[in-house]
Every structure is written in C-alpha cells, then in structure tokens.
Nanobody, 124 residues
Framework: QVQLVESGGGLVQAGDSLRLSCAASGRTFSNYHMGWFRQAPGKEREFVAAISWGGRSTYYEDSVKGRFSISRDNAKNTVFLQMNSLKPEDTAVYYC?????????????????WGQGTQVTVSS
C-alpha cells in the first residue's frame, strides 16, 4: 500500500491558478500510475487526469483539457496537478490515487490507494 498526502488546495477566484501536489510514501513511487479525481458536493467522484508510471502517457477529462496539466517527479515521489483558468465548476475536493504500473492506466476510479483529499474552491 502506498500512502498519499495531497496539498495545495485553497480558495481562489475564477481565472486564477493553483498547483496541487501529492506526496507518496511507503512503496516505490515509480511502480505506480497516478490519477487525480474530484468530488463536488452532491455529485459523484469523477476522473480529472492520470499519468503513467514513467510520465509518458497522460489522460484528461474533457472539461479540463487545455487548462490542467498532470506531471510527476519520481525522484521526489510526487505527482502534481497544475490548474489554470479555474472556473467555479472546478470547485471540489481533489484526490490523488495510485494503481500498480502492471495494470492499465485508467480513467476509472479503480485505483487501489487514495489520499485524504484537498479542497479547491473557485469563486466567481
């Protein structure tokens, strides 16, 4: 099991940027694909972005393409989510998640390990 701790959330205005970080520990970070998900009040958790274990492949949910960017630093055991041009509809708790590199890179919430989440609130 890998332990995940998100940080970087906060309250911003529409059009602002935030950079979320997720620090991993407990296992070899490069053995995991990583994903970001979010859950808004009263809504189902949804996929945001994913990155393969080596960083070569990335996936994005359609509404964040061109605004969000996922990256990772395997030397620092950290995955990032750069969020630009934020909109009120991006308001949610953001979670990072990990799954084995020996499984397929997924946009579904079939990840094995999850962080506790960080709140992002975008005001209009």
């Amino acid at each position: 099991q890998v332990q995940l701790v998100e940080s970087g959330g906060g309250l911003v205005q529409a059009g602002d940027s935030l950079r979320l970080s997720c620090a991993a520990s407990g296992r070899t970070f490069s053995n995991y694909h990583m994903g970001w998900f979010r859950q808004a009040p009263g809504k189902e958790r949804e996929f945001v972005a994913a990155i393969s274990w080596g960083g070569r492949s990335t996936y994005y949910e359609d509404s964040v393409k061109g605004r969000f960017s996922i990256s990772r630093d395997n030397a620092k055991n950290t995955v990032f989510l750069q969020m630009n041009s934020l909109k009120p509809e991006d308001t949610a708790v953001y979670y990072c998640a990990a799954k084995s590199r020996y499984t397929y890179l997924s946009t579904r919430d079939d990840y094995a390990d999850w962080g506790q989440g960080t709140q992002v609130t975008v005001s209009s």
